[in-house]
């Protein structure tokens, strides 16, 4: 059983983005005491009703404040984040609370988003394929090269096959991606049609299909493309 926050409040609510957050917490304590194993956040920028917009932070504080339950973010849009930083912070996670966190990488869809954070919507694609390749070789804890300069990040994760990630997405472009870089696939629509694309890749390329989630996302209203 799992609960999904976005913890939105729309200009008409009564309530402040405080209270929402507090009362989070308090629902993800009750949570776990009732036997819900599992908690999923999402990520969105620049909505007037407030989307989260900082899911690692909410995912740090309810790991903190649980025992047991699983955190996923689902998905963190990682062409508007530096693959270095979102690598630190990801590890970072993984040793207060080891094995409890799973990051789903997304591309993103949402014109604004990219506009506020001054990154190349074309290249989105792209991004989340480096982000991947960042944090896998990031975590090894030995210094490399990337975009030119030598990185050397820490802390390390908790274990060789942690944090867990995924490469999200709901097109065949985003399968065929997750094949090639022989990672799970988290479609974000039920499209039986999706998932045999990517296990077929697999298979072509020699890697072990993972498939993961085949939940539906619904778009949410009110959200510019």
């Given at each position: 059983?799992?609960?999904?926050?976005?913890?939105?409040?729309?200009?008409?609510?009564?309530?402040?983005?405080?209270?929402?957050?507090?009362?989070?917490?308090?629902?993800?304590?009750?949570?776990?005491?009732?036997?819900?194993?599992?908690?999923?956040?999402?990520?969105?920028?620049?909505d007037?009703?407030?989307?989260?917009?900082?899911?690692?932070?909410v995912?740090?504080?309810?790991?903190?404040?649980?025992?047991?339950?699983?955190?996923?973010v689902?998905?963190?849009?990682?062409?508007?984040?530096?693959?270095?930083?979102?690598?630190?912070?990801?590890?970072?996670?993984?040793?207060?609370?080891?094995?409890?966190?799973?990051?789903?990488l997304?591309?993103?869809?949402?014109?604004?988003?990219?506009?506020m954070?001054?990154?190349?919507?074309?290249?989105?694609?792209?991004?989340?394929?480096e982000?991947?390749?960042?944090?896998?070789?990031?975590w090894?804890?030995?210094?490399?090269?990337?975009?030119?300069?030598t990185?050397?990040?820490?802390?390390?994760?908790?274990?060789?096959?942690?944090?867990?990630?995924?490469?999200?997405?709901?097109?065949?472009?985003?399968?065929?991606?997750?094949?090639?870089?022989?990672?799970?696939?988290?479609?974000?629509?039920?499209?039986?049609?999706?998932a045999?694309?990517?296990?077929s890749?697999?298979?072509?390329?020699?890697?072990?299909?993972?498939?993961?989630?085949?939940?539906?996302?619904?778009?949410?209203?009110?959200?510019?493309?």
């Open positions: 059983m799992t609960m999904r926050f976005d913890l939105r409040v729309p200009p008409f609510a009564d309530t402040t983005y405080a209270t929402q957050y507090q009362t989070a917490l308090e629902m993800v304590d009750w949570a776990e005491r009732i036997g819900v194993t599992g908690i999923t956040l999402s990520e969105h920028h620049g007037p009703a407030g989307f989260m917009s900082a899911p690692l932070t995912a740090a504080a309810v790991l903190a404040r649980t025992k047991r339950v699983t955190v996923t689902s998905a963190a849009l990682v062409p508007l984040h530096d693959p270095v930083r979102l690598a630190e912070q990801i590890a970072t996670i993984d040793c207060m609370a080891p094995g409890r966190l799973s990051v789903v997304g591309a993103g869809y949402r014109r604004v988003e990219f506009e954070a001054g990154v190349d919507r074309a290249q989105r694609g792209k991004l989340v394929e982000c991947y390749e960042v944090c896998r070789t990031a090894k804890g030995e210094p490399f090269t990337w975009r030119g300069r990185v050397l990040v820490t802390p390390v994760p908790s274990a060789p096959d942690s944090p867990h990630l995924a490469i999200g997405g709901k097109t065949e472009i985003a399968a065929r991606r997750a094949a090639r870089l022989d990672a799970p696939f988290s479609p974000a629509t039920a499209d039986r049609g999706l045999e694309l990517y296990r890749e697999c298979v072509r390329l020699g890697f072990e299909p993972r498939l993961e989630g085949m939940g539906v996302k619904p778009m949410m209203p009110g959200f510019v493309m």
